[in-house]
């Protein structure tokens, strides 16, 4: 009987139509069909592209469609829309300075199989999609697969290979980009120099596979303002000699809004496997929430990550201070765990820098895990737990960088170093009780299914299990140092916090009662995971746990 239903039930999903589906829960559509609900009234586009159209039509209907995207781009104005029916698109191309729409029927539907059915391919034979010419968030890029593309030159201007930006500040939504690369800047996206003060907007993006060259094989961000939310990083890698962001590489950046909502897995780089930033700009207050930073290495080629001896970065996320006077990092229910660094004196965790001089720029974790991460940096080939490094460049090591608070880290303050070029052995960090503060424990998190290095990404599982220690012992709300650090209002996959009184550490929130309001039963999805074999195409597994 329960075989029976069980195959009713399978045969039941497959037989939905586009129509009639029922909807699908936020947290359990693939991240890039995320934040987008279909409409009520259709977007009727001012030009249409099809791959059986045909370029000398007027693209009025789809019934006339034109063959090419670029052709319906030259053929509108700034305010109009372009709309892609599905189909590949083998072409490169330019919004050539037009703030216009260039999106699939997702922009009417919200659905998943209208963003992989609609695909621009750039067949290596330069950046799939090109906005060079002041275009500004009115240009906007919604709801197609980029895949394909390359950049072969490492000019000053950062030229990426799926998405090139330079003075222009587009919205980038609901895409997958995938297998694309560049030689210098941004395997997937490279944006920079903007001199508007607009940001660019990055939200709801699947970004794997992808190879940056030098810096960032995901997203290479330089000198720009950005808004970014809700972004999967599986895969990337900067693979040429020393190399900085496998998945995210910030330099000069301001984040409007929080840094959020970003699952950054399996990424490699010589400095910052998952996430380097640079040169934060002075007088600003950086806020990293609602991040799972898990199973990334630092690496000289790709292959080698398993491997211990050279000098480099921190495998998790490295972030470089250095001179930015009066800057702020907070790191607030994050999960940073299982990465790993092959480098002497680095870490596998969190990585800062900052001249010793700098006695005004402080990074805060409050409400994080950090956990399993390892580094070889005690002893070539010899792996050690190593979860945090503060390093001072040439001064010494009496900065009070680092504060923490209400965080889970595996060894306590004994897997907390410091370091400094002066000398050639690191040492414990020098916490006070200024900077050691209340409510940080050393407790196994319990997570649902963490997975050995070097795993591929699917079957991990970062969510905290119902009898973790991590389980309402964060903080709702704390200071530190005078400055009111805000928790998030949700998790990584939108469960609102806290759910019982207190917030739980980490980047996910336990849902610890049922539909009857009986405590035991937990709701847990990765953010984005691309559906497997066996699972219905338009949405992810929900995990549901006794």
């Known amino acids: 009987m329960k075989k029976l239903l069980i195959l009713s039930l399978v045969l039941l999903v497959g037989s939905c139509s586009k129509s009639s589906r029922t909807p699908l829960a936020e947290n359990e559509k693939p991240v890039y069909a995320q934040g987008y609900t279909a409409r009520t009234s259709s977007i009727t586009a001012d030009c249409y592209a099809s791959p059986t159209g045909v370029d000398t039509n007027t693209g009025a209907s789809i019934s006339l469609a034109k063959q090419h995207i670029q052709t319906c781009i030259n053929a509108v104005s700034s305010g109009q829309t372009v709309i892609a029916e599905q189909g590949t698109y083998v072409e490169n191309i330019n919004f050539n300075g037009k703030n216009i729409t260039v999106a699939s029927e997702f922009i009417n539907s919200g659905l998943a199989s209208d963003i992989t059915g609609t695909t621009i391919d750039g067949n290596h034979a330069g950046p799939a999609v090109t906005m060079t010419n002041g275009e500004n968030n009115n240009a906007k890029l919604i709801g197609v697969t980029i895949q394909n593309g390359y950049a072969s030159d490492m000019n000053s201007t950062g030229k990426g290979g799926g998405i090139w930006c330079y003075n222009s500040t587009p919205t980038i939504n609901n895409l997958r980009i995938i297998r694309n690369s560049a030689e210098n800047h941004g395997g997937g996206i490279s944006a920079s120099s903007a001199t508007s003060t607009q940001p660019i907007i990055l939200e709801n993006l699947d970004i794997e596979n992808n190879n940056g060259g030098a810096m960032g094989g995901g997203i290479s961000l330089n000198d720009i303002n950005a808004s ?57 207050i950086t806020n990293i929430k609602n991040v799972v930073i898990a199973n990334n290495t630092t690496m000289y080629a790709k292959g080698q990550s398993d491997d211990c001896g050279a000098m480099i970065g921190a495998a998790g996320i490295d972030i470089h201070i250095d001179s930015s006077f009066n800057s702020t990092v907070n790191i ?171 917030v739980d550490m980490g980047a996910y929130e336990i849902v610890q009662r049922s539909a009857t309001g009986q405590p035991g039963t937990q709701l847990t999805a990765q953010p984005g995971v691309i559906p497997r074999s066996g699972i219905p195409s338009n949405g992810t597994v929900i995990h549901l746990h006794h």
């Open 332 to 502: 607030i229910n994050s999960t940073i765990s299982t990465n790993k660094t092959q480098g002497a004196f680095t870490t596998g965790g969190l990585g800062v820098t900052i001249d010793s001089s700098n006695t005004s720029s402080f990074v805060n974790a409050v409400n994080s895990i950090f956990w399993g991460n390892t580094s070889c940096w005690q002893g070539f080939y010899t792996e050690y737990l190593n979860q945090i490094l503060v390093n001072f460049g040439w001064g010494g090591l009496t900065n009070s960088t680092l504060r923490a608070s209400y965080n889970n880290i595996e060894g306590s303050q004994t897997e907390v170093f410091s370091y400094s070029f002066n000398g050639a052995t690191p040492m414990p960090y020098p916490f006070t009780t200024s900077t050691w503060l209340a409510g940080n424990i050393n407790s196994d998190p319990l997570f649902i299914n963490p997975v050995p290095i070097l795993t591929p990404q699917g079957s991990e599982n970062y969510s905290i299990s119902p009898s973790s220690p991590c389980v309402d012992t964060g903080t709702n709300a704390i200071s530190i140092g005078g400055q009111s650090i805000t928790i998030p209002v949700d998790d990584i996959i939108g469960t609102a916090r806290p759910q019982n009184s207190i």
């Open 228 to 284: 970014i939310n809700n972004i999967k990083l599986i895969n990337n890698f900067t693979p040429y000699g020393q190399t900085e962001g496998g998945g995210l590489y910030l330099n000069g950046v301001t984040i409007v809004g929080d840094l959020e909502k970003l699952y950054v897995y399996g990424n490699a780089a010589s400095f910052g496997g998952g996430i380097y930033v640079a040169n934060i700009v002075p007088n600003t």
